[in-house]
């Protein structure tokens, strides 16, 4: 069973770097054709995607948020992270990882909270 769990900080102040860290078990994440996404979720935005890392390394980005993310693995701890450079109170969100293969629903984790606030 594929399940995904998010952890990280949930209170960044602004200026800071929003780092947080997915936990996969259940599958490889280097495993052939699956890639692992991060979504976040704020009122007024709904569901926004901010990009993902394939399971051989590619990576991709929300044009919008490129010039200050940067997704990455650890594959000795099966993680993908997700690193938001210069934080503001506008990315205060629900943060979701989500894995994913093709032709299929994709696994979702809990979600985490985090605030970007002094």
Same mark, same amino acid.
């Given at each position: ?20 860290? +997915? ?16 979504? /976040? ?10 990009? +993902?890392?394939?399971?051989?390394? *590619?990576? *991709? ?6 010039? /200050?993310?940067?997704?990455? /693995? ?21 943060? *979701?990882?989500?894995? /994913? ?18």
């Amino acid at each position: 069973q594929v399940q995904l769990q998010e952890s990280g900080p949930g209170l960044v102040k602004p200026s800071q770097t929003l780092s947080l860290a +997915c936990t996969v078990s259940g599958v490889s994440i280097t495993t052939a054709d699956y890639y692992w996404t991060w979504i /976040r979720q704020s009122p007024g935005k709904g569901l926004e995607w901010i990009g +993902c890392i394939t399971y051989n390394a *590619y990576t *991709y980005y929300n044009p919008s948020l490129k010039s /200050r993310t940067s997704i990455s /693995r650890d594959t000795s701890k099966n993680q993908f992270t997700l690193q938001l450079t210069s934080a503001i109170p506008e990315d205060t969100a629900v943060y *979701y990882c989500v894995g /994913r293969i093709d032709f299929s629903f994709g696994n979702w984790g809990q979600g985490t909270q985090v605030t970007v606030s002094s």
